[in-house]
């Protein structure tokens, strides 16, 4: 079985977005993971393996302190290893793009938490960029919206423990924590057989 069996011809791509605000016109991208969505043999979705990437801040974007202090990101700190963004989006798209002729897919679909918030953001940077997106431009699939389905939760961290997976609240509001999460939650949604 393929993916795209699953969701009419979609892959599935979890991201997670850490910004420096809630503008995606002016604010900037800090951080990034995507995790492609796979099927086994007998149909059950998993995560593969995240591409993570700490972003430079585009120049003259804005940095909102509040922002900062929310997502607890350093953009000093060296041990970041930030690179730019457009680096960062062209090595995710040459996934997607990859893992889209591999599984038949006719576009790639965004999962996340709130989606609407990373999709805005991703197309925003893809614009910047000068780059082709294999991303739907308005489609998600919102984990908000299957969380309070399934168990009348909105919030990440609560519908993590009603889900029964473990989840840590001093990792929160990491890109890469966020996404593997919410990627956790995704598939266990979409693993289970409706009543």
């Known amino acids: 079985m393929l993916v795209k069996d699953r969701i009419r011809g979609y892959l599935p791509v979890v991201i997670d977005i850490e910004t420096g605000g809630f503008n995606e016109k002016t604010d900037a991208i800090l951080e990034i993971c995507a995790i492609v969505i796979g099927v086994d043999k007998i149909g059950n979705l998993y995560p593969k393996e995240p591409q993570h990437f700490?972003?430079?801040p585009f120049k003259g974007s804005v940095l909102e302190p509040s922002a900062l202090k929310f997502n607890g990101i350093d953009i000093d700190n060296p041990l970041r290893m930030a690179i730019k963004e457009v680096d960062a989006i062209k090595q995710i798209h040459t996934k997607v793009y990859a893992e889209l002729k591999q599984e038949s897919c006719t576009r790639a679909i965004l999962v996340g938490h709130?989606?609407?918030?990373d999709?805005?953001?991703?197309?925003a940077t893809t614009g910047r960029c000068k780059l082709k997106s294999p991303f739907h431009q308005f489609s998600t699939i919102d984990t908000v919206s299957l969380s309070a389905l399934y168990y009348g939760e909105t919030v990440l961290a609560k519908a993590m423990?009603?889900?029964n997976i473990e989840w840590d609240d001093a990792c929160a509001h990491s890109a890469l924590y966020d996404t593997q999460?919410?990627?956790?939650l995704f598939c266990k949604i979409f693993n289970t057989k409706p009543i």
């Open 114 to 117: 709130n989606a609407f918030f």
């Open 54 to 56: 700490h972003i430079e």
């Open 119 to 123: 999709l805005s953001f991703l197309r």
């Open 161 to 163: 423990r009603k889900a």
């Open 181 to 184: 999460k919410t990627a956790e």
